[in-house]
């Protein structure tokens, strides 16, 4: 099992190792625009109304890992350490909507569509 701190460290080393230096902040945020619109093409191709072309694979997993892979720079480019960063997050959302989601009718009537 590897840790957030760990993968931050992988990518790090794997950056100074092979790709020379980190590109710049901007460019991982256009590049990670890019990975997320991969990730919603395989998504509206598997689960929603489009067909996969010849040749493309349904490959998820991959490409949950690009868009992963990309936050994982801009984390380490901007000083985020994001096991902290998840904790904090964590508490806020639980803090916040401990009582909204299941308030929510519309949730429980998405079960019986
Ligand atoms: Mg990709």
Redesign the pocket.
């Known amino acids: 099992m590897m840790t957030l701190e760990e993968a931050q460290q992988q990518v790090d080393a794997w950056i100074k190792k092979y790709g020379v230096r980190y590109f710049s902040e901007l460019t991982n945020m256009a590049i990670l625009t ?2 997320v619109g ?2 919603a093409r395989v998504m509206s191709r598997k689960y929603g109304d489009q067909s996969f072309k010849e040749g493309e694979k349904d490959n998820i997993a ?2 949950l890992t ?2 992963f892979w990309v936050l994982l720079c801009l984390a380490n480019q901007t000083g985020v350490n994001l096991t902290e960063a998840f904790a904090r997050n964590l508490e806020k959302k639980t803090q916040r909507d401990n009582q909204r989601h299941i308030n929510n009718p519309k949730l429980s009537e998405h079960g019986k569509e």
């Open positions: 890019e990975e991969e990730l991959d490409e690009d868009v």
